[in-house]
DNA sequence: CTCATTGCAAAGGATTTGCACTAAT
DNA sequence: ATTAGTGCAAATCCTTTGCAATGAG
């Protein structure tokens, strides 16, 4: 399972940093890699004690940072005044569209936005690091009902 | 000169809203475009008051509202944590490359975009309402030099 | 045992808001 | 005169940090 194996990643993560492996780490790690959807820190909070464990704010926002430091998991801003986060399990990079309605956010990839970014980085004298694109728009259910979940 | 026109739309617009033409407002909205950068509300307050202009905190954040709502500035965000502002001077939609080494932005228009995310959109049921596209990397004097001027 | 982690609460930075005072129409 | 705007400080929201108590190796 993904999320046994991504977990297991990050036990070694923090044995080869000499980093102790905590049972609030390790609850963290859990809720997030066994997310499919894009967690904000109060989230992340809420799932890790609906499963029964505890782990104050500031754990949270440390572990997140370990998290994401592993490569194992990646930090997100889609504008909102916070910052999400969402396992890495591997995938390449992609992009992301974001309901406006009901803030629900899929996921895309396409090749031609790489090459693109490059070559206008290039043209401005820059050498390209990264990019960030979100696609801001209404989801198909928003447009049938015309509001979030009704 | 532009900015005059800019200004002399701003006051039109506040006419037609019945709201008041003070000081605080022109002395904002002067500064503002007067910039051909994109102004963190800090940078605003500064300008500000280095001409001579007296406006709180509270003021310029609801000046600069009045100002995006009047579609006569547009609001940034470049994921630093806090937003900046730029004249939209009739301007039609255009991208940005941010320099992480200097924080250079640049500037760069794509029609391209325009037509790969709307198309991604649909495909995905969305009906798009807009984008934001950001492309970090080092400009051409940062490579040169190995840091911001120096 | 020793040292890093944890949790709580205080501190921080950006932005908003309540309210008495002031200015625009 | 009215009515809305302004400034200040308090309040909020997200996030970070200091420090005594706690747990991992």
Redesign the interface.
Known sequence: MDVRNDLEQFRTYLRQHNLPVTQQRLAIANVVFASDRHLSVEEVAADVAAQGENAGTATIYRTLDLLVKSGLVVER?F?EGFRRFEPTRGIPHHEH?L??VCGRV?E?R?E?LER??TL??ES?????????????????DC?RSGGPGR
């Open positions: 801003d504008g569209m309901c406006t899929d895309f396409d031609r693109m970014t206008i980085a401005h004298g820059y050498s390209r690091q990264r990019h960030r694109l979100v696609i801001y728009g209404v989801c198909a447009q």
